[in-house]
């Protein structure tokens, strides 16, 4: 599994700002996709925003024109820009790695973060 770091979280008010960054490991040599996902308590995990290598994205419509997902190759990080926060926004944010290849040949499908958490009070 590919060791992502993610850093970020916090408390804010409602329409404030975060900003999120998830860090893979330096053995990695490239990942397709990376993505954040959030679960809220009760709920089940649910895709915020994802970016694919090829360039594309996609996000939930929830957070559309509120929150965008960019990625560092180079450094093979991932953010997401969260405005305009509402408190429905509140839960624990995971970093998701698909298809990484490492630099000892291995290619690991799927990987998650340890979570961070965002509150948003109204």
């Known amino acids: 599994q590919v060791q992502l770091v993610e850093s970020g979280g916090g408390l804010v008010q409602a329409g404030g700002s975060l900003r999120l960054s998830c860090a893979a490991s330096?053995?990695?040599?490239?990942?397709?996709?990376m993505g954040w996902y959030r679960q809220a308590p009760g709920k089940q995990r649910e895709l915020v925003a994802i970016?694919?290598?090829?360039?594309?994205?996609n996000y939930d419509d929830s957070v559309k024109g509120r929150f965008t997902i960019s990625r560092d190759y180079a450094k093979n990080t991932v953010y997401l820009q969260m405005n305009s926060l509402k408190p429905e926004d509140t839960a624990v944010y995971y970093c998701?790695?698909?298809?990484?290849?490492?630099?000892?040949?291995?290619?690991?499908?799927?990987?998650w973060g340890q979570g961070t958490q965002v509150t948003v009070s109204s």
């Open positions: 998701k790695a698909q298809g990484a290849r490492t630099r000892d040949g291995r290619y690991l499908t799927n990987s």
């Open positions: 330096e053995s990695i040599i490239s990942i397709v996709a």
């Open positions: 970016a694919i290598s090829d360039g594309s994205t």
